[in-house]
Antibody, heavy 116, light 106 residues
Framework: EVQLVETGGGLIQPGGSLRLSCAAS????????MSWVRQAPGKGLEWVAI???????YYADPVKGRFTISRDNSKNTLYLQMNSLRAEDTAVYYC??????????WGQGTLVTVSS | IQMTQSPSSLSASVGDRVTITCRAN??????LHWYQQKPGKAPKLLIS???TLQSGVPSRFSGSGSGTDFTLTISSLQPEDFATYYC?????????FGQGTKVDIK
C-alpha cells in the first residue's frame, strides 16, 4: 500500500526558511515522479514543483529560485526546501506520486504559515 | 496556461446528472485531468487524459473533450459525490489547475 507522510510544516516568519519532508512507503521515490502541490486556506490547488525519476526538476514561477525539490533515495524521502518565505506561501503542502502529468497518490498535507 | 471552470458552484440533488466544464486558454490536446476533493482531505484523481477513469472510480463519472474544452459528468449524483472538483492541465511542465467547482446539496 502506498503511503506518503508529510512533516515539517509550522509557523515561520517572512523571509525565513523551512524544509518539508515526505516519507514514502509502498513506492520508491527515485523510480517515479514526485510532486508538491499546495493549497492556500480556503483556496484552490496550486502546483509547486516536480522531480522526475531521472532527476529533472521543474518549478512554478512563483517559487522558482526560492524553493528546491529533492529526494534522498536511501531514506526514500522527498523534500521541499523553502527559502525567502512570503505570506503568500501560506498553505497546506501536499506531496504526491504520479506521472509527468498528474498525481495519483497524495499525502495528507502539512500546513505552512508564514506570518510575523 | 489558464484553466477556467464553470460553474464555480452548483446545487444538485441525489440522482441528478451533473456537468462541470473546464476551458483552457490555449489548446492542451488531452492533457487534462480531474480531481475530487472533500473538506479537510487530499484531492483524489478521478480521470486522467481527459477521459480515462482511474481504477476504483465509479463508472458514473466520465470525462470528455480535447483541445480547449472539457467536461466532467456525474451521471447520477450520489451522497458521497458532494465535494469540490478541479481540472488540471499538464500540456506544459508548469501544471495549472482550474479554480474548482463546489457541488453541494440542494
Amino acid at each position: 500500500e502506498v503511503q506518503l507522510v508529510e512533516t515539517g510544516g509550522g509557523l515561520i516568519q517572512p523571509g525565513g526558511s523551512l524544509r518539508l519532508s515526505c516519507a514514502a512507503s509502498g513506492l520508491t521515490v527515485s523510480s517515479t515522479y514526485m510532486s508538491w502541490v499546495r493549497q492556500a486556506p480556503g483556496k484552490g490547488l496550486e502546483w509547486v514543483a516536480i522531480i522526475y525519476s531521472g532527476g529533472n526538476t521543474y518549478y512554478a514561477d512563483p517559487v522558482k529560485g526560492r524553493f528546491t525539490i529533492s529526494r534522498d533515495n536511501s531514506k526514500n524521502t522527498l523534500y521541499l526546501q523553502m527559502n525567502s518565505l512570503r505570506a503568500e506561501d501560506t498553505a497546506v503542502y501536499y506531496c504526491g506520486r504520479g506521472s509527468s502529468d498528474y498525481v495519483d497518490y497524495w499525502g495528507q498535507g502539512t500546513l505552512v504559515t508564514v506570518s510575523s | 496556461i489558464q484553466m477556467t471552470q464553470s460553474p464555480s458552484s452548483l446545487s444538485a440533488s441525489v440522482g441528478d446528472r451533473v456537468t462541470i466544464t473546464c476551458r483552457a486558454n490555449q489548446t492542451i490536446s488531452s492533457y487534462l485531468h480531474w480531481y475530487q476533493q472533500k473538506p479537510g482531505k487530499a484531492p483524489k484523481l478521478l480521470i486522467s487524459g481527459a477521459s480515462t477513469l482511474q481504477s476504483g472510480v465509479p463508472s458514473r463519472f466520465s470525462g470528455s473533450g480535447s483541445g480547449t474544452d472539457f467536461t466532467l459528468t456525474i451521471s447520477s449524483l450520489q451522497p458521497e459525490d458532494f465535494a469540490t472538483y478541479y481540472c488540471q492541465q499538464s500540456y506544459i511542465s508548469w501544471w495549472t489547475f482550474g479554480q474548482g467547482t463546489k457541488v453541494d446539496i440542494k
